[in-house]
């Protein structure tokens, strides 16, 4: 940047301006070499001022490294032995007993509740996931208005979150209950049922109603994340498209969803990963029913460790990196899709 400056002082200087003998020249000695090499003197003074200044990168390791420690043990090292253990042969108490190859791995494709399992996950996530951004995208709506009480209900609908995920699916468990549960309760005092429903154990219940909990703990954080969404809009866009006429469906359609994309981008790709690693809420309502028929991939390979008559870490192993591969694959595909959705609407 000196030597541009430098340059583009003796460019446009005269040989009388050069030397500070013109017309318009000030009195004082001339610089040596002319304005440039002054201005380049400044310049390399600036920058080995700069040098002396910059820390070197020991420091920012001491930093970094308490972080960097508890990566290394909670992420990195948990990584590195379920990969171990998924090539590994196990006893039915735990011991390792060596090397199992790729055996884990053609056994969990060969498992023959592997088909129900992933549909299962495929419409617990999607219902979750889809059900949790529309329902958000109307309360986020509705607490970005002024009202009485606003910080009220905003503080309310923060306790399903901040609430343990165990608490909150026991609770819906005893809501739930075929003889006490209030929900039986209150659809037979309406007359909406005859008579109470196993909202658990039926087969045609028990998927909905653990979509239900899903979508009702997930509603705080994605209302969060869409109402920092709305106030970052600025109002002069509203402004403007109310002056061109646009009627209001037209402005929230073409003006607040086209400005909320990041907002979603994020809630979604989260809540996907979230949904499909939410272990304590499909396990507590499903711990009664046998088998895996309405397990998802997170309880189907804990139940593979635990709960089956193998009780095999080896295969559990395996059928959790297929979950963390399957996780990659459905965020890719979605961050994808929503790129090529961009592109087209340019």
Known sequence: MADQIADSVAASGSPDAASGSGPGSTSGPALPGGPAAGVRAVGRRRNRGRERGRAPWWVALLWLGPALLLIAGVVIYPAIEL????????????????????????????????NTVLKNTAVWVVAVVALTILISLALAQFLSKDFFGRKVVRW??????????????????????????????????LHLISKPVDFLGDDRWTMISMVAVGVFVSIPFTAYVFLAGLNAIPTDVYEAARIDGARPWQV??????????????????????YVFNSFPIVYTLNDRNPGYTHDTSITFMYKLAFKSADKDVGMSAAAGIFNVALI???????????????SENR
């Open 83 to 114: 990969v171990r253990a998924s090539v590994s042969h196990y006893s039915i108490t735990g011991l390792r007993l060596g090397s199992a190859g790729g055996r884990n791995y053609s056994k969990v494709l060969e498992h023959p509740a592997l």
């Open 156 to 189: 309310a609908i923060i306790v399903p979150w901040a609430a343990s995920l165990v608490i909150t699916a026991r609770l819906f468990t005893l809501i739930y209950d075929y003889n006490y549960g209030i929900l039986n309760h209150l659809l037979l005092s």
């Open 252 to 273: 929230y359609w073409q003006v607040t969803l086209p400005l909320l994309r990041p907002a979603m981008l994020v809630a979604s790709v989260l809540n996907i990963i």
């Open 328 to 342: 990659l694959v459905v965020v890719l595909v979605y961050l994808r899709l929503v790129k090529w959705q961009e």
